[in-house]
């Protein structure tokens, strides 16, 4: 069988033959290119010792397996010259054998690791300095909201500072323009509040701190029920009610609801009252001096030279315009808007709804609950520090004195309002789906889904 042709290359000393030696005769070009050798020529390097045979010696040349697939030759692009044709991928063990044996002889014991592998040991260097080991990454914060905890942190310490830089510079320019002449003469004019009308009453009576612990008791129950319904993503149980008409809704909105009922009856005896005994003319302005005199309360509020308090007496301007807003504005808009929103809304009436669209509800009810929150902040605040045990005694103990100077300052009045709020705490721990389905189940059906 002929032989394939080798493409020699240049000779190994100056003026010598090609290299390798040609071993066989060339074939024919035109049967080079499907030529198949059976004993294939490899290509020899250099010597291992000077003077030596070219390595590998000839006896360890593998030979190609037969049942292989046959090579495919390459054409040769210039006359004269064949390509070689590719051996088969697969080579007997026992061709190799001799190869191995003499690089074992050569270069040792050398395993070559697989280049496409990973490494076959831990890294140990990384990028930066001194950085021999690398960190355990932290797990990512988690997030209230757009910010993380030590974001919200930092918001709330940068704008506590902000504010008390501001009111601290609010201080000091109300406190010079009050210091000019002619805003003396307007506090002496309008020294913060205007007397009430003949046959007003002094003092407080016993349902009026009855109706203020109820109406305490029953906003912060429903602003925390309120909240819980807006936020909360599903329900976690359901009440149905035992009339016709009635959908299921949520057993925290039903809950909601029925203190809303309860708020609105305890509203509505509080006016009865006011108007029946007179003390609506502690709320209600009965002088258009009421708004010079609010300016004058207020600035005076922020300088922090306190108006003269005789509440026992007679509310201050600013007082009487927050009570009678909350009162008289707040108070209704909330019931308003509530009931629109509420299952009690009459349905078949398209008229009205289309009157009173539930978006204007929703848009007035939470704005509502924010104002109530700022004025019960605003409100505690201001009793602690304009003389926190007699304001209590006033409140909660009905203790004062007609001539509006020799106060009951004792502790009565701060331990009931320290009973109330422990009241107030246990009702809010009682607001749990647990507690409230068995108060539920009185006035209709309750269910998990």
């Known amino acids: 069988m002929p032989t394939q042709v080798l493409r020699r290359g240049l000779p190994r000393v100056a003026g010598g033959e090609p290299w390798p030696p040609q071993a066989s005769p060339p074939t024919t070009p035109e049967r080079a290119e499907t030529a198949v050798t059976s004993e294939p020529l490899v290509r020899r ?25 046959p090579a495919t030759a390459l054409t040769a692009s210039a006359p004269g010259l064949t390509a070689p044709v590719p051996g088969p991928s697969h080579v007997e063990p026992a061709a190799i054998a ?37 960190a355990t990454p932290a797990p990512a914060p988690r997030r209230i909201g757009p910010y993380t905890g030590r974001q919200w942190a930092a918001l709330v310490n940068l704008g506590g500072a ?17 210091s000019l002449e002619p805003m003396q003469d307007f506090l002496r004019t309008y020294p913060g509040e205007y007397p009430l009308p003949v046959g007003a009453p002094v003092g407080f009576p016993a349902w ?9 008791f029953l906003i912060v129950l429903i ?20 009339g016709k008409g009635i959908s299921k809704i949520g057993l925290m909105l039903w809950f909601h609801q029925s203190l809303d009922i309860l708020w609105l009856v305890n509203g509505v005896i509080f006016v009865v009252l006011l108007f029946a005994t007179g003390q609506w003319m502690r709320v209600v302005p ?26 026992w007496v007679n509310y201050n301007s600013l007082q009487q315009l927050a009570y009678g807003t909350t009162v008289f504005v707040a108070a209704p808009l909330a ?20 009157a009173y669209p539930l978006v204007w509800a929703r848009a007035i009810h939470f704005p509502v609950m924010l104002y109530f929150a700022a004025f019960i902040f605003v409100h505690v605040t201001l009793v602690f520090a304009t003389g926190a045990l007699r304001n209590l005694n006033h409140m909660y103990a009905m203790q004062g004195s007609e001539d509006g100077v020799a106060y009951a300052d004792n502790w009565t009045g701060f331990w009931m309002f320290a009973a109330s709020l422990l009241v107030i705490a246990a009702a809010l721990a009682a607001a749990r789906p647990s507690i409230l389905a068995p108060i539920a189940r009185v006035f209709g059906s309750v269910s998990a889904r």
Do not use: C
């Open 98 to 134: 001799p190869v191995e044996t003499n690089a074992r002889a050569a270069f040792g014991e050398t395993k070559i690791a697989d280049t496409a592998l990973p490494l076959p040991f831990r890294r140990s260097a990384f990028a930066g300095t001194h950085a021999f080991e690398r």
């Open 162 to 178: 902000g504010a008390l830089v501001a009111a601290a510079m609010a201080v000091l320019l109300v406190r010079w323009v009050l």
């Open 335 to 354: 019931a308003a808007s509530g009931w629109r929103m509420s299952g009690l809304w009459p349905r078949s009436a398209a008229r009205l709804s289309r």
């Open 286 to 311: 009965t002088s258009w001096e009421v708004f010079p005199n609010a300016v004058s309360a207020a600035l005076q509020y922020v300088s922090l030279n306190w108006p003269t308090e005789n509440g």
């Open 45 to 69: 390097g250099l010597p291992r010792t000077a003077g030596g045979a070219p390595w590998p010696p000839t006896q360890s040349w593998p030979r190609p397996t037969p049942a292989a697939a």
């Open 223 to 242: 602003i925390r029920s309120g909240l819980s319904v807006r936020y909360d993503k599903r329900p976690s149980a359901y009440w149905t009610g035992r």
């Open 208 to 216: 009026v701190g009855w109706q203020h612990f109820l109406n305490a």
